[in-house]
Structure formats: structure tokens, C-alpha cells
């Protein structure tokens, strides 16, 4: 009963691939968030979405499209991946501006 | 200047240490302070929020805001080996975004 869920846990790839993360959240939260988490361990909010619209955008590159096709899921899709987006990306979801609860992780890494 | 600032360490005491964490912030505007434990290759879990000024006790762990100063601190009394993680301070700017420090890492040595 994993209350917010990443798939694939690890990802590797090549230079120039598109790849896809999905997650899904099953606590019943109106919003839901993209963050990346770079080697040095710093967090940072990359997209939130509330009841599937986009609420928060951060500077990141347009290779970078988050889709929510209802409330409980978002997926993050990456166009031409880079070195430089080799990461651990966590999604997490709330209820309005209560806490954030967040997924195991997805480890992406571009060869 | 980055909006919340954090010793990255790493951190490493005896267990049953007292542990002192840190965070500054920039914004005098910020009124919601988070501490976060992320375990080796998980998510992170909230510890523990404080709202304005002030301390809140749970258990083992203390959260202090010292908003004259901005300057956030979380204690860990009788630290423990599962203590051992990585914690992230964190903020509020503006609704819902969610602003972290860098993030400590912590080892309690048995």
C-alpha cells in the first residue's frame, strides 16, 4: 500500500534518448510535484500540478514535459537526454499546502 | 544568495551524542520551516514543522526558529545508530513551493 510510487526505480541510458517516469499516488492529494535531487544531494522543485493543471514551473529545460492525466497520477517525460540530467527524480504529492509526502526516487543516468 | 542555506557536512558523533543541526534562510518573509530525514536511497520523510518563532519538542528531536536571526536548528538528544541520514531544512516561498537546504549528513558511530 505504497502511498506514492516511481517507476522505474533505476534508469540508464544513452545521450540523445527519450525516457519517460511515471508516478502514482494513491492518498487521495489534489497536488503533486517533480523534483530533481543532483550528486550533491540538493532538492529542487521542478513542477507541481494541482487537480491536473500546471501550477509551478521552474527554470527547467523545455526537454522536460510533465503530464498529469488525472489527479492521482503525474509522468515526466525527457526529450534528448543529457549528461548533465543524470539525477535522482522525486515526485510527491499534498493535500493544498499541507505536507508533502514523497516517492522512493528514480535514479536516471545518462551515459 | 540561495534561499536556504545548510552545512553539508558530513556530520559523525558517538551514539548517545547530542546532535546540532543548522539552516540560515534569507527571506524574512518565511514563516513555515520543515526538517526532513532522507534515508540512504529513499525519499525524504517530514520529521518534524515549525510555524514562525519558537521551539517544538517530539520525542528525541527539538526544532528551533530564531526568526531575528534566520536561523533554524534541529537538535537530536541520545542520538542512535538509526538516526544515521541525511537532513534537509526546509521552506515555504510562496504557496506550495518548497525550498531546501543543501542538505547534512549525518552518521551516529555505535
Known amino acids: 500500500d505504497t502511498a506514492v510510487s516511481q517507476t522505474p526505480k533505476y534508469l540508464v541510458t544513452q545521450m540523445g534518448n527519450d525516457k519517460s517516469i511515471k508516478c502514482e499516488q494513491n492518498l487521495g492529494h489534489d497536488t503533486m510535484y517533480w523534483y530533481k535531487q543532483d550528486s550533491k544531494k540538493f532538492l529542487k522543485i521542478m513542477f507541481s500540478y494541482n487537480n491536473k493543471e500546471l501550477i509551478i514551473n521552474e527554470t527547467v529545460p523545455n526537454r522536460f514535459s510533465p503530464k498529469s492525466p488525472d489527479k492521482a497520477h503525474l509522468n515526466l517525460h525527457i526529450n534528448s537526454l543529457e549528461l548533465g540530467d543524470s539525477a535522482v527524480y522525486f515526485c510527491?504529492?499534498?493535500?493544498?499546502?499541507?505536507?508533502?509526502?514523497f516517492g522512493p526516487g528514480t535514479r536516471l543516468t545518462v551515459l | 544568495q540561495k534561499e536556504v542555506e545548510q552545512d553539508p557536512g558530513p556530520l559523525s558523533v558517538p551514539e548517545g551524542a547530542i546532535v546540532s543541526l543548522n539552516c540560515t534562510y534569507s527571506?524574512?518573509?518565511?514563516?513555515?520551516f520543515m526538517w526532513y530525514r532522507q534515508y540512504s536511497r529513499k525519499g525524504p520523510e517530514l520529521l518534524m514543522y515549525t510555524y514562525s518563532s519558537g521551539n517544538k519538542e517530539d520525542g528525541r528531536f527539538t526544532a528551533q526558529v530564531d526568526k531575528s536571526s534566520k536561523y533554524i536548528s534541529l537538535f537530536i538528544r541520545d542520538s542512535q545508530p538509526s538516526d544515521s541520514a541525511t537532513y534537509l531544512c526546509?521552506?515555504?516561498?510562496?504557496?506550495?513551493?518548497?525550498?531546501f537546504g543543501q542538505g547534512t549528513r549525518l552518521t551516529i558511530n555505535p
Open positions: 510527491a504529492s499534498s493535500q493544498g499546502f499541507d505536507t508533502q509526502y
Open positions: 526546509a521552506t515555504y516561498e510562496g504557496a506550495q513551493k518548497l525550498v
Open positions: 527571506n524574512s518573509a518565511f514563516q513555515y
